[in-house]
C-alpha cells in the first residue's frame, strides 16, 4: 500500500540525547568532552561496551550513546566492573579539566587567558570542520594547550556541511559531496543567555541587512572552542548561508566569513565572558589572515564612544597590537586573501564599526609598497600591521616570509623583518598509534615522547621493533581493502568485478604513504613523471615498494583535480593495481591508520613552498621513515639518520626540467637506498652504526636502528607540547608583558605610546645622517686594532633619547655588502645646537681581511618589540 508513497523529508531535524541511569552517568561528559580523541582509555571503554555499535557510530561517543536502547542502559548500569571503570574514568577527567599542569608552574608572568583564532579546526572526524593542515594544526594546538594546562579560548565558525566529502567517478574525476551536519547530533552544546535564549552576535551588513550567529561551544579537554553558526532564525537566506561550506562561495560570502570569524568572534568572546564569569584574554592569537579583522572590532571597543574616555585611533591600535600575536602559514602571495579595496570599503560604510573611520581599515590591509596592487586589501598584510608579533612555522618559512613581507619595513635587511618562527608540532596522543603507546608502556614505561625514558626505546630488541611494525603494516592494508573496496562501488563497479581488492597490497612489501591536499605546488603527480620507472619499482622482483596515496583537491582547482584523475587512472592498471592504490575521501580516522602503517612517509613539494607540513611529523612519532625535499620542517630536522633528503634542482632548471631532475632523484633514492635497506640487501656504510646487512635473521637491523634514532630523538622535537611551550614562552608571555604595560593606569601607557609614536612619524623626515668619519685607524690596521667611529646626526624635532644611533660592521664585498655583521650602539658625545648631535663610539676589528661598516639611525622605545617595528630607519 506504501510502495507508491512519495518520499517525505523532514523539515527539521533534531537528536533526542540519551538519559543515562545515575550511576553511569559519567559517560554523558566522557562523551561530550572531546578528550575522548585522544585519550585511549576513554576511546577504549565505549569500545568494549559494544564493539558492533562503537563501529557503526563511525567511533563516535554521542552517536554512539544515542544508539543504546534504555534495556543495553539498564544492563550497564547492572554491570558492577563497567559502571566502576565509568566512575574512574570520570573521575580521571575531573582531574584532568581541574589539576594544575605545566602552565601553572609560569605563575604571574603568564596571561591569564588567550585567544585563539582559526577558520578551521581539525580535533576529531565526528566534527568535521577543517580541509587540511591549517585546520589539523589548530587542533592539534587546542589539544597540546589543554595537556599543558595553557588558558587558551578557541574561536571559530560552526559550517554547516564542514569542507565536502569525496568520491571518484568512473572515470576518476574529484567529485564533491555536503552532507548537512546537525549540531545537535555533534558533541557541541549552543551558548545560551541568562534567559534561556540562545547567545547571538550581530553584524550590521549593506542595504540595512544584518548577519547574526550562535555560539556552540565544544569542550576540548580543558579549552573551551567557540563556534559562530549563521543558520539561525532571523537571517535571510544569504546570511544563514554565510557559514554554509568550509572556503567556500565567492568573494563576498568569503569576506561575510572572515568578519564574522574575526569582529563576530571577539563579541562571542565576550559573551562568553560575561556567561562563564571567565577572564578576558590577555593574548589574541590570529591564526592566519582570515580572522585578522579581531584586530579591528578590538580597536571598535577601545574607540567607541560609550567609553568613559574613548580612545583614539592610534592609541586603539597600539593598545591593540601591543597583545597581538599573528601567525602566517602560506610562503606563497597565491595563499592569501585579498579582497576589492572597494568591497571592504561597502560593508565597513554600513556600519561595522562606526566609530573607526573606515580610511583607517583600509590603510592596514593596502598594498602600498614594490610590486602591491592599490586596488586590493591583503588579509595577511592587516594581519602584520595589527599584531606586534607574527611567527612563521618552521625556521625556512620564517626565512622566506621575512623576504616575502620585506616590502612592509622597506630599508631593513629581510633578515630584520620582525617575522620569527615557531616550528609546528603534532599532537603525539592523537597521532601515535595504540600499539605504539602500549608497546611504550610495556617495554620502557613511557607515556608521551616527552617522558626521558622514551629514549630507551634503544634498548628494545630490533625483532620486537620490527614485529610491531609488520602488525602496523597489516592493519593499514586491511583498512585499505575494504576503502578500496568501497570507493570501486561508489565508482559503479560490481561486486563481482572486485575481488582483486580482497589480495590488495602486501604486509610485507616496503610500503610508502603520500596523503595530503592536493594543490599544484605539493606535486601529487611528480612520482608520475616517469611511468615506467615507476611501475619498475612497484613491480621489482626482490625489492618491490607499493603507495597509499590520499588527498583533496579545492572544489574549485581544476588542476589539483586532473592530477587526480591522471594518478588514479595509472592505480586503476591491473598490471600495478595491487601495488598502489588512491583514497578518496582523506580524513583523521583514515590518517590515524595510514601513518603508522606506512615505513617511508613521502613529500616532494616545490621548495620552499612547504610552509611547514606536518604529516611527515605523524610518520615520525609512529616509527616511520621521511622522504623528503628539504622543505618545511625537514629543511631543519633532517639528519642523516631520520630518512632521506630528496636533492632539488637549484640550477636555474625550467619547471619541467626541474620536476624531471627531481624525480629521477626520487627514483634512485628508492632504488638504491631506501628499498634495498628496507629489505636487509645494503651493506652498512664504512663507519656506521649496526651490523653489516644482509641480515642473517631477517631484520633489517640497519633500518631498526633509523626507527629507534627516529622515535627517540625525532618524536620530542615534533611534539605539539614542545611547539606550545615555544609559543608560551616565545611569544604568549612577551605579548602578555606588552599588553599590561598598555593598560597601566587606565591605558594612560597606550596613550604616551601613541603621542611617542606619532610625533616620531611626524618628524622623522628630518631626521639624517650628516657625516660619518673615524679615528684611530693606523695605515696598516691589524686585528684586535679599535677605531672610533664619529656621526654627526640631525634631528629635526626629536631627542636623543628618542632614537637609537648603531654602527654595524663587518667583511665587506666588492660591492660594500656587509656580511658576518656585528652591530654596536653609538651614545650621544655632544649637542652640536639646533637638533644637530654627535654621537661616537669604538669598534673592534675583529677579523683579517675587507673590514667595513655603516651608521644607521632607528626609534628608540621600551615598547617596540624589534628595531623594525616602526618601519623606519635612516642609513648613512
Known amino acids: 500500500m506504501c510502495a507508491n508513497v512519495p518520499m517525505v523529508k523532514a523539515i527539521r531535524r533534531f537528536t533526542v540525547r540519551t538519559v543515562l541511569p545515575s550511576n553511569i552517568a559519567p559517560l554523558g561528559k566522557l562523551a561530550g568532552n572531546l578528550r575522548w580523541s585522544w585519550h585511549l582509555p576513554t576511546a577504549r571503554l565505549f569500545h568494549d561496551i559494544d564493539p558492533e555499535a562503537w563501529q557503526a557510530s563511525g567511533n563516535d561517543p554521542v552517536q554512539f550513546l544515542g544508539s543504546v536502547t534504555r534495556e543495553q542502559l539498564e544492563q550497564?548500569?547492572?554491570?558492577?566492573?563497567?559502571?566502576?571503570?565509568?566512575?574512574?574514568?570520570?573521575?580521571?577527567?575531573?582531574?584532568?579539566?581541574?589539576?594544575?599542569?605545566?602552565?601553572?608552574?609560569?605563575?604571574?608572568?603568564?596571561?591569564?587567558?588567550?585567544?585563539?583564532?582559526?577558520?578551521?579546526?581539525?580535533?576529531?572526524?565526528?566534527?568535521?570542520?577543517?580541509?587540511?593542515?591549517?585546520?589539523?594544526?589548530?587542533?592539534?594546538?587546542?589539544?597540546?594547550?589543554?595537556?599543558?594546562?595553557?588558558?587558551?579560548?578557541?574561536?571559530?565558525?560552526?559550517?554547516?556541511?564542514?569542507?565536502?566529502?569525496?568520491?571518484?567517478?568512473?572515470?576518476?574525476?574529484?567529485?564533491?559531496?555536503?552532507?548537512?551536519?546537525?549540531?545537535?547530533?555533534?558533541?557541541?552544546?549552543?551558548?545560551?543567555?541568562?534567559?534561556?535564549?540562545?547567545?547571538?552576535?550581530?553584524?550590521?551588513?549593506?542595504?540595512?541587512?544584518?548577519?547574526?550567529?550562535?555560539?556552540?561551544?565544544?569542550?576540548?579537554?580543558?579549552?573551551?572552542?567557540?563556534?559562530?553558526?549563521?543558520?539561525?532564525?532571523?537571517?535571510?537566506?544569504?546570511?544563514?548561508?554565510?557559514?554554509?561550506?568550509?572556503?567556500?562561495?565567492?568573494?563576498?560570502?568569503?569576506?561575510?566569513?572572515?568578519?564574522?570569524?574575526?569582529?563576530?568572534?571577539?563579541?562571542?568572546?565576550?559573551?562568553?565572558?560575561?556567561?562563564?564569569?571567565?577572564?578576558?584574554?590577555?593574548?589574541?592569537?590570529?591564526?592566519?589572515?582570515?580572522?585578522?579583522?579581531?584586530?579591528?572590532?578590538?580597536?571598535?571597543?577601545?574607540?567607541?564612544?560609550?567609553?568613559?574616555?574613548?580612545?583614539?585611533?592610534?592609541?586603539?591600535?597600539?593598545?591593540?597590537?601591543?597583545?597581538?600575536?599573528?601567525?602566517?602559514?602560506?610562503?606563497?602571495?597565491?595563499?592569501i586573501d585579498r579582497f576589492e579595496r572597494a568591497q571592504i570599503q561597502h560593508f565597513f560604510d554600513a556600519g561595522l564599526a562606526p566609530s573607526v573611520p573606515t580610511e583607517r581599515v583600509l590603510e592596514l590591509g593596502a598594498e602600498n609598497y614594490d610590486g602591491g596592487d592599490s586596488a586590493k586589501f591583503n588579509m595577511a598584510v592587516m594581519g602584520l600591521r595589527l599584531a606586534q608579533r607574527a611567527n612563521g612555522v618552521a625556521q625556512l618559512h620564517g626565512e622566506v616570509s621575512r623576504e616575502m613581507f620585506s616590502g612592509l619595513w622597506p630599508g631593513f635587511d629581510a633578515r630584520e623583518v620582525p617575522i620569527s618562527s615557531v616550528t609546528n608540532g603534532v599532537h603525539v596522543p592523537t597521532w601515535v598509534d595504540p600499539l605504539i603507546a602500549d608497546f611504550a608502556q610495556e617495554n620502557f614505561g613511557a607515556e608521551s615522547v616527552l617522558d626521558p625514558q622514551w629514549a630507551r626505546v634503544y634498548d628494545v630488541e630490533d625483532a620486537d621493533i620490527w614485529r610491531l611494525r609488520r602488525i602496523m603494516r597489516s592493519n593499514l592494508i586491511d583498512d585499505v581493502r575494504s576503502r578500496l573496496r568501497a570507493s570501486w562501488k561508489k565508482r559503479g563497479a560490481a561486486d563481482a568485478e572486485l575481488a582483486w581488492t580482497d589480495n590488495v597490497l602486501d604486509p610485507d612489501v616496503l610500503t610508502i604513504g603520500f596523503a595530503r591536499r592536493v594543490p599544484t605546488y605539493k606535486r601529487l603527480t611528480l612520482m608520475l613523471r616517469d611511468a615506467d620507472r615507476l611501475k619498475a619499482l612497484l613491480l621489482h622482483p626482490t625489492n618491490p615498494i607499493q603507495l597509499v596515496i590520499a588527498g583533496k583537491s579545492h572544489p574549485a582547482d581544476e588542476q589539483g583535480k586532473r592530477m587526480i584523475q591522471d594518478l588514479v587512472r595509472f592505480t586503476d592498471d591491473p598490471e600495478v593495481r595491487h601495488r598502489i592504490v588512491f583514497l578518496p575521501n582523506y580524513d583523521i580516522a583514515m590518517a590515524r591508520t595510514l601513518f603508522p602503517g606506512c615505513d617511508v612517509w613521502l613529500n616532494n613539494p616545490l621548495r620552499p613552498l612547504e610552509a611547514c607540513g606536518t604529516s611527515g611529523m605523524k610518520s615520525a612519532i609512529n616509527g616511520g621513515l621521511n622522504l623528503s625535499v628539504l622543505d618545511g620542517w625537514w629543511d631543519e630536522m633532517y639528519d642523516g639518520d631520520n630518512g632521506w633528503a630528496i636533492p632539488t634542482a637549484n640550477n636555474g632548471a625550467t619547471a619541467d626540467e626541474r620536476d624531471d631532475i627531481e624525480a629521477a632523484a626520487l627514483y634512485d633514492l628508492i632504488e638504491e637506498q631506501v628499498a634495498p635497506r628496507f629489505y636487509g640487501t645494503i651493506r652498512a656504510a664504512a663507519g656506521a652504526a649496526g651490523p653489516s646487512e644482509p641480515s642473517t635473521d631477517g631484520v633489517p637491523h640497519q633500518?631498526?636502528?633509523?626507527?629507534?634514532?627516529?622515535?627517540?630523538?625525532?618524536?620530542?622535537?615534533?611534539?605539539?607540547?614542545?611547539?606550545?611551550?615555544?609559543?608560551?614562552?616565545?611569544?604568549?608571555?612577551?605579548?602578555?608583558?606588552?599588553?599590561?604595560?598598555?593598560?597601566?593606569?587606565?591605558?594612560?601607557?597606550?596613550?604616551?605610546?601613541?603621542?611617542?609614536?606619532?610625533?616620531?612619524?611626524?618628524?622623522?623626515?628630518?631626521?639624517?645622517?650628516?657625516?660619518?668619519?673615524?679615528?684611530?685607524?693606523?695605515?696598516?690596521?691589524?686585528?684586535?686594532?679599535?677605531?672610533?667611529?664619529?656621526?654627526?646626526?640631525?634631528?629635526?624635532?626629536?631627542?636623543?633619547?628618542?632614537?637609537?644611533?648603531?654602527?654595524?660592521?663587518?667583511?665587506a664585498s666588492e660591492n660594500d655588502d656587509l656580511s658576518e655583521i656585528t652591530v654596536a650602539d653609538l651614545d650621544v658625545a655632544e649637542d652640536l645646537g639646533r637638533g644637530r648631535f654627535l654621537f661616537s663610539g669604538k669598534i673592534l676589528i675583529d677579523h683579517s681581511g675587507s673590514f667595513g661598516y655603516t651608521v644607521r639611525i632607528l626609534p628608540r622605545h621600551e615598547s617596540l618589540a624589534s628595531n623594525a617595528e616602526l618601519g623606519l630607519v635612516v642609513n648613512a
Open 76 to 335: 550497564l548500569a547492572a554491570n558492577e566492573l563497567l559502571v566502576t571503570r565509568i566512575q574512574e574514568l570520570g573521575e580521571d577527567l575531573e582531574r584532568y579539566l581541574s589539576e594544575p599542569r605545566w602552565y601553572q608552574s609560569l605563575g604571574d608572568d603568564a596571561p591569564r587567558s588567550i585567544a585563539y583564532f582559526s577558520p578551521e579546526y581539525g580535533i576529531s572526524a565526528v566534527l568535521p570542520q577543517y580541509s587540511g593542515g591549517l585546520g589539523i594544526l589548530a587542533g592539534d594546538h587546542l589539544k597540546a594547550a589543554s595537556d599543558l594546562g595553557v588558558p587558551l579560548v578557541g574561536v571559530g565558525l560552526l559550517y554547516q556541511a564542514g569542507y565536502f566529502k569525496q568520491s571518484l567517478s568512473r572515470d576518476a574525476w574529484q567529485q564533491e559531496t555536503y552532507p548537512v551536519l546537525d549540531p545537535d547530533g555533534l558533541p557541541l552544546t549552543l551558548l545560551r543567555d541568562d534567559d534561556g535564549s540562545a547567545a547571538t552576535v550581530v553584524l550590521p551588513l549593506p542595504n540595512g541587512r544584518e548577519l547574526r550567529a550562535h555560539i556552540w561551544r565544544a569542550d576540548v579537554g580543558r579549552v573551551p572552542l567557540l563556534l559562530l553558526d549563521s543558520n539561525v532564525a532571523g537571517n535571510d537566506e544569504a546570511a544563514r548561508n554565510v557559514t554554509d561550506r568550509l572556503y567556500g562561495g565567492g568573494g563576498d560570502q568569503r569576506l561575510q566569513q572572515e568578519l564574522l570569524l574575526g569582529m563576530g568572534g571577539v563579541k562571542a568572546l565576550r559573551i562568553f565572558q560575561r556567561l562563564t564569569d571567565t577572564p578576558a584574554p590577555e593574548v589574541f592569537h590570529t591564526n592566519e589572515g582570515h580572522a585578522g579583522f579581531l584586530g579591528i572590532e578590538r580597536i571598535r571597543e577601545l574607540m567607541d564612544p560609550s567609553n568613559e574616555n574613548p580612545m583614539s585611533w592610534e592609541e586603539a591600535l597600539t593598545a591593540g597590537r601591543a597583545s597581538t600575536v599573528f601567525t602566517t602559514h602560506t610562503p606563497v602571495p597565491a595563499g
Open 703 to 811: 633500518w631498526v636502528a633509523m626507527i629507534k634514532h627516529t622515535m627517540a630523538k625525532l618524536g620530542p622535537a615534533v611534539s605539539a607540547e614542545r611547539m606550545l611551550q615555544d609559543y608560551v614562552r616565545e611569544l604568549y608571555q612577551p605579548a602578555c608583558r606588552s599588553g599590561r604595560l598598555t593598560r597601566q593606569d587606565n591605558y594612560g601607557a597606550a596613550r604616551a605610546t601613541a603621542s611617542w609614536r606619532s610625533r616620531i612619524k611626524d618628524g622623522w623626515s628630518a631626521v639624517q645622517v650628516e657625516h660619518v668619519d673615524s679615528l684611530g685607524v693606523s695605515e696598516d690596521p691589524q686585528i684586535g686594532d679599535s677605531l672610533t667611529v664619529n656621526a654627526y646626526l640631525s634631528l629635526g624635532s626629536l631627542s636623543p633619547d628618542d632614537v637609537r644611533v648603531e654602527v654595524a660592521y663587518g667583511r
